[in-house]
């Protein structure tokens, strides 16, 4: 198109005007305008002879005339009056034609260019609108190939975990076996070195200037704890079973410490010391895995309680854990499961008479609590979320002390939580990429909104599948092993459990069209409404049928004769044993002098 766009304008503009100025107007300065000329002389020319010839002939006579009148003179000057008007008509047509030439003829042409310059635009416009109808059917295909592969990924996850614990049965059946198995994918250690060593060891930084620190280490039951420059934070703690150790073939006084998410490398004194370090930290490791598949024959029921309490220690030791989220008063044991902080008993108080839409309250100790209830205490503890809860304290003396009384405490209590008065502000436009929160599995972005009481449960305005999806019905697509905290943050503090598309579903029929079993449980232990319908009038539990997703129609089975235990465990990546996560080498590691 755009090539006959140039052609229009060649022909309707320029070609016009440049006939006009190189043609008519040259014409009309010469062909035409120079007989013209010339008669207007030659009739003054015989005016002035006429008038010459009048007053010479008066002299004669002795008369003196000043004028002739124009009655003598027009007999003798009609040849040359009718030339010069003839000439001048000539003149006046051609002036009149260019005239409309300038005028009309070239206005006339500019209107077909812009007639030519809509029809292309009005061409780009139907292109455009055939390109958009194409991505808007792209988008949902593509949708539905990530949610698939997304069940793909999540059956196979699930196969690996029944491979894993049936291979862990067999060799525990076959202790030959199994220590056989082992010894082909571990590096072996030098047994007379023992499983267990304490010293001191250099450790690179992982920061732009990559210094070798001087870090305390010790290697015992299965762990490798490293010590911090700062004396009052806890030392970072890696369950080896889940690293493996590397010697270095470069420098035989270095090794690498592979974790699940970043790579150590240490410096010992020497070789012998190395060899030393490598030797135990795999003797260590091969103890712990032989502990555990000595254990793998234990019931279900223990194997949960023992990782409920195992979570419960890892939330202990989370940074400011070890104090009351409102007050500081040390080792707290009571826990709000929708906000993932831990207060003492005064304080939990408070939070019990708020009401449970503002904070849910369990014991750490008294109470016997399930996986599920701990998703939230395991992502963002008392120091993230008073980051963001108490950002805007105009001052310490306003938060309450171990001596406080209860009216003080409670005052502070109900203006943190209730009217969130020193919530961290944001700009409006960052909560528009809630949905990118949601994808990036970013907890505190959605504390955040929570903080500013952001209405959680609109429709996003860019939704997966269906108009009118709310954050809730993201989360749960786009839900996995490693965002479940996610959807449980949502599904207590969002309000958007019967929250429906424009097809009628809620975030339960996307839990059972999509197989999402994990997020059933959350949402039935929220006390999700089972019986509401979609458009095609079909309920959770029928979509699970339909769907064949057995898991979740299970679990909507059990709600449905009131047989669910809220109490409930989930399928989760806790990754216990990993105290690194919150190590900070830029602000803790210090250089070695």
């Known amino acids: 198109l755009f090539p006959f766009q140039l052609q229009s304008l060649y022909y309707n503009i320029n070609f016009s005007l440049e006939s006009l100025i190189k043609g008519d107007m040259k014409e009309l300065k010469g062909e035409y305008k120079k007989p013209f000329e010339k008669a207007c002389k030659d009739y003054e020319s015989k005016l002035t002879k006429i008038e010459k010839e009048k007053r010479e002939l008066a002299k004669q006579h002795g008369m003196v005339r000043s004028e002739?009148?124009?009655?003598?003179?027009?007999?003798?000057?009609?040849?040359?009056?009718?030339?010069?008007?003839l000439n001048m008509c000539e003149y006046l047509i051609k002036v009149n034609e260019i005239k409309t030439k300038k005028g009309i003829d070239l206005l006339q042409n500019h209107i077909k260019h812009c007639s030519s310059q809509f029809n292309f635009?009005?061409?780009?416009?139907?292109?455009?609108?055939?390109?958009?109808?194409?991505?808007?059917?792209?988008?949902?295909?593509?949708?539905?190939?990530?949610?698939?592969q997304d069940e793909e990924k999540q059956q196979l996850c699930s196969l690996r975990d029944q491979l894993k614990t049936a291979l862990q049965l067999e060799q525990k059946e076959d202790p030959g076996n199994k220590q056989a198995g082992y010894n082909m994918h571990q590096l072996q250690g030098n047994k007379q070195y023992g499983t267990e060593k304490s010293g001191t060891l250099f450790k690179k930084s992982d920061g732009l200037r990559k210094v070798w620190q001087k870090r305390k280490c010790t290697i015992s039951n299965g762990y490798l704890t490293i010590s911090h420059s700062v004396l009052n934070r806890p030392p970072a703690k890696l369950n080896l079973l889940t690293c493996q150790v590397k010697p270095n073939m470069d420098d035989k006084k270095c090794f690498d410490l592979v974790s699940y998410n970043r790579t150590y490398r240490f410096l010992a004194e020497d070789e012998q010391d190395c060899v030393a370090w490598v030797s135990?930290?795999?003797?260590?490791?091969?103890?712990?895995?032989?502990?555990?598949?000595?254990?793998?024959?234990g019931g279900g029921k223990s194997s949960r309680e023992e990782l409920t309490r195992a979570i419960i220690e890892e939330v202990r030791g989370m940074p400011g854990n070890r104090e009351c989220c409102d007050c500081s008063a040390p080792d707290p044991t009571w826990l709000s499961i929708n906000l993932g902080i831990l207060t003492c008993i005064e304080c939990s108080g408070i939070h019990r008479e708020m009401g449970v839409h503002l904070s849910r309250i369990q014991s750490l100790s008294l109470d016997k609590l399930a996986t599920s209830e701990l998703l939230l205490a395991r992502n963002i503890g008392n120091s993230g979320f008073n980051s963001i809860m108490e950002a805007n304290l105009p001052s310490f003396s306003l938060k309450p002390t171990v001596h406080s009384d209860?009216?003080?405490?409670?005052?502070?209590?109900?203006?943190?939580?209730?009217?969130?008065?020193?919530?961290?502000?944001?700009?409006?436009?960052?909560?528009?990429?809630?949905?990118?929160?949601?994808?990036?599995?970013?907890?505190?972005?959605l504390l955040q909104a929570y903080a500013e009481n952001v209405n959680l449960s609109e429709p996003v305005l860019a939704p997966l599948q269906e108009s009118g999806e709310t954050i809730l019905h993201l989360a749960v697509l786009l839900s996995d092993r490693t965002s479940l905290h996610i959807?449980?943050?949502?599904?207590?503090?969002?309000?958007?459990?019967?929250?429906?598309?424009?097809?009628?579903?809620?975030?339960?029929?996307?839990?059972?069209?999509?197989?999402?079993?994990?997020?059933?449980?959350?949402?039935?232990?929220?006390?999700?409404?089972?019986?509401?319908?979609?458009?095609?009038?079909?309920?959770?539990?029928?979509v699970a049928r339909k769907m064949r997703h057995p898991l979740c129609e299970e679990l909507l089975l059990q709600a449905q004769s009131n047989q669910f235990n809220p109490h409930v465990h989930v399928e989760y990546e806790w990754w216990l044993g990993q105290d690194d996560m919150y190590e900070s080498d830029e602000d803790l590691d210090e250089k070695v002098r």
């Open 121 to 148: 635009f009005q061409e780009c416009l139907n292109t455009m609108a055939k390109l958009k109808k194409f991505t808007e059917n792209l988008i949902p295909e593509l949708q539905s190939m990530k949610i698939r």
């Open 406 to 445: 209860m009216t003080f405490r409670k005052n502070f209590i109900i203006s943190k939580y209730a009217e969130k008065k020193y919530a961290k502000r944001s700009p409006p436009a960052q909560f528009s990429s809630l949905p990118e929160a949601v994808k990036d599995k970013d907890i505190f972005s």
């Open 68 to 85: 002739v009148s124009g009655g003598e003179i027009a007999e003798e000057m009609e040849k040359e009056r009718r030339t010069f008007q």
């Open 280 to 297: 135990v930290l795999s003797n260590s490791k091969e103890e712990a895995l032989n502990m555990a598949f000595s254990k793998a024959q």
């Open 487 to 542: 959807v449980d943050f949502l599904v207590q503090n969002s309000g958007s459990l019967a929250k429906r598309t424009v097809e009628g579903n809620t975030p339960l029929h996307y839990c059972c069209s999509h197989n999402k079993p994990e997020c059933v449980k959350l949402l039935l232990k929220a006390k999700a409404n089972i019986a509401i319908t979609n458009e095609a009038g079909e309920t959770a539990l029928d």
